[in-house]
């Protein structure tokens, strides 16, 4: 109870959100009926049952068959809107969130819709909770480099609105190195870069996000820890780990909690931080996720102090903000 109490009162930042799957059921049914859209659910019940998934694969299906309900922008912003009414529930004052263009351009919803609902949304969450933000676009790594070129082409007359890009989906056979131009690209656009790498894939996938990515950040990182010489690097370049709890129990990249890495992670001196990844499919948002970790790895309070303050101090936000917030 102590645990909860000082987690609820943490202030927070969460640096890994897709903001496609912050879709709850019952938004996600009531999109269904708004835009006339037949969904293989009979009610918020069903689509609950639906989320039971063996590996990463399984939820990818069941995740974007969800994202089909977003038409037009209003969707787009009232599932925004819903995140962040969530997230201020749970103390978080920074958001960094992911959105997958792809995934809705690939079903005829043009790039426009998407973004301009969520950053209706964002701004809406700044004035309304002052939450600040930024939003990271993710190429779909199961596609190709010329469609994640395209994507970025077609992203650039708002690249003054998105701060990074990053890489998403199915990890395995699909290594970061597939993806060098894009990066290349973005980087040279000034955009801030990050990797979904070492949730399924081999350590080796972390190593090409630091060396041909060039990555700020890894999203997950767990199998970084199979490595020794990895966890070097991570460690002298402070580069920061965006774990997700409850999505490696959901997903089995852990078979119980108590076998989460955050707790060896913070005895390494590794800057990692805990968030929630797709919360509506994985149920919890990102204090559910302290607590889960907490209670499982029995981590004591100024351990738990550490993992919000990394959450601001692995943020892309200015120092002087940073400061502000730890
Ligand atoms: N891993 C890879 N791709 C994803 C995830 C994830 O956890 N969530 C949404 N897209
Ligand atoms: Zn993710």
């Known amino acids: ?39 293989p659910f009979a009610s918020v019940e069903e689509v609950r049952r639906a989320y039971a998934f063996s590996n990463l694969q399984d939820f990818l299906d069941i995740y974007y068959q969800g994202m089909g309900v977003l038409r037009v922008e209003r969707d787009f912003f009232d599932l925004t809107m819903a995140y962040l009414e969530r997230a201020n529930a749970d103390t978080v004052r920074h958001v960094e969130i992911f959105f997958d263009p792809q995934g809705h351009t690939g079903r005829g919803i043009a790039f426009g819709t998407a973004i301009g609902g969520i950053l209706r949304g964002l701004e809406e969450g700044k004035a309304r909770f002052g939450i600040s933000y930024r939003l990271i676009m993710c190429f779909l790594r199961h596609l190709d480099e010329e469609s994640a070129l395209a994507t970025l082409a077609e992203a650039e007359p708002w690249l003054d609105r998105i701060d990074g890009v990053g890489l998403d989906s199915s ?16 980087r040279e656009l000034g955009l801030k870069l990050v990797a979904h790498a070492g ?11 630091l060396d041909i990515l060039k990555v700020d950040r890894i999203d997950h990182g767990n199998r970084a820890l199979e490595d020794r010489r990895l966890v070097e690097r991570i460690v002298a370049e402070k580069r ?10 959901k997903l089995c990249v852990i078979d119980a909690m108590g076998q989460s890495p955050v707790r060896h992670m913070l005895d390494l001196g590794i800057r990692v931080t805990i968030n929630s990844d797709d919360p509506a499919y ?5 204090n559910a ?3 889960a970790v907490a209670e499982a790895l029995d981590l004591s309070e100024d351990q738990i102090a550490t993992l919000a303050v990394n959450s601001f101090a692995g943020s892309f936000l200015p120092e002087a903000e940073k400061a502000e917030h730890i």
């Open 1 to 39: 109870a102590r645990r909860s109490r000082l987690i609820q009162a943490l202030p927070k930042a969460e640096l890994h959100l897709h903001i496609e799957g912050s879709l709850e059921p019952e938004l996600m049914v009531a999109l269904a009926a708004r835009n006339g859209i037949d969904i």
């Open 171 to 186: 990890e395995r056979g699909h290594p970061p190195g597939k993806f060098a131009r894009v990066f290349a690209r973005a």
């Open 289 to 291: 996720n302290f607590i």
């Open 240 to 249: 920061t780990l965006t774990v997700c709890p409850l999505s490696n129990l």
């Open 199 to 209: 949730e399924e894939g081999p350590p080796g996938y972390v190593w090409e996000a």
């Open 282 to 286: 994985f149920g919890g948002y990102v």
